[in-house]
């Protein structure tokens, strides 16, 4: 039985480099079938979600969304029991910075692209696709395969478990490749107080005194105790300024004060969500973020 053409998305904002790429490709993986050519992070997460490729190749940099932003919000709103693609970040940063991707659970490509690493990066996709084609379930008919309730109803025992597993690990991999590489950005200046405008004052808030911070449009909620204020920036630019021990990301949408947790609970679906103490919210946590709720 011949085994399904891999399909890749890629996801370059240059269209010289982007063709650059393709051609390569083309030309070291010519049974690869490159589905579509997306010229910024929102159309690669629009792009992907609707096609499901095997692999993404991803610029780092780009307007809308960076690759790092697509990522996780694919890995965030991926179908339940369909394989997660391989990623390949394409990005400009030096060799010394492209240390941490070593250790990380994808590849990259250097601008401009070089067949000798090129090559290299195509033969480990290859390994992985084949690696990751044993006990797969019923595949979706586009190349990537699923585990479908059919499939693992009838399946032995332990390749459920082993297909939990692989979602598990997925999980676990993403969540490391992402901090690894929001490692490699500046550090930020750390925030001592929250000021949020209320009319005609402005409020100062302690950190300590926050339960979690919630992304609404343009503004962020910050929700205490018995008070909530809006302040007029993103997540994505308060994250870095906070206390990683302190405020945890659970969420795309989500930071949480971790002493404000109380209990993590899983539903009937598998859905992981927060119970908070002296605050009646429950917050949803993704998949991406279920490793930092296991048991110790």
């Given at each position: ?11 370059e ?40 490729p ?25 179908p ?51 690696d ?6 019923v ?67 302690a950190?300590a ?9 343009k503004?962020i ?11 007029r920036?993103?997540?994505k ?7 990683p ?13 971790a ?8 539903d ?6 927060l ?10 946590v993704?998949?991406?973020?279920a ?6």
């Open positions: 039985m011949t085994s399904p053409t891999p399909r890749a998305l890629i996801a904002d240059e269209p010289i480099l982007a063709a650059a790429l393709t051609h390569a490709l083309q030309r070291l993986w010519p049974e690869l079938d490159i589905v579509a050519t997306c010229p910024n992070g929102v159309e690669a997460l629009r792009q992907g979600l609707a096609l499901q095997d692999i993404l190749f991803l610029d780092i940099k780009m307007p809308g969304k960076t690759g790092l932003e697509a990522a996780e919000e694919l890995a965030e709103q991926w339940d029991g369909i394989a997660f693609p391989h990623i390949v970040f394409v990005t400009a940063y030096d060799e010394y910075a492209l240390a941490a991707f070593e250790h990380a659970a994808a590849d990259y490509v250097l601008k401009p692209v070089n067949d000798a690493r090129l090559g290299k990066t195509v033969e480990r996709l290859q390994q992985r696709l084949r990751s084609s044993v006990g797969k379930g595949g979706n008919g586009s190349g990537n395969a699923a585990v479908t309730a059919t499939a693992a109803a009838s399946a032995p025992a332990t390749t459920a478990t082993a297909a939990l597993a692989a979602g598990t690990a997925s999980d676990d991999n993403m969540a490391r490749l992402l901090s690894q590489l929001q490692a490699m950005l500046p550090p930020a200046p750390r925030l001592q107080m929250i000021r949020a405008a209320v009319g005609n004052s402005v409020r100062m808030i950190l005194d926050i339960v979690y911070f919630e992304a609404l449009d503004y909620n910050v929700v205490c105790q018995d008070s909530e204020a809006l302040i920036t993103s997540l630019e308060l994250l870095p300024q906070l206390d021990q302190q405020f945890w990301q659970i969420h795309r949408g989500t930071i949480v004060n002493s404000a947790i109380a209990t993590a609970v899983r009937e679906a598998g859905k992981l969500s119970t908070l103490r002296q605050h009646p919210a429950q917050l949803r993704s998949p991406l973020y490793h930092l709720f296991r048991q110790m």
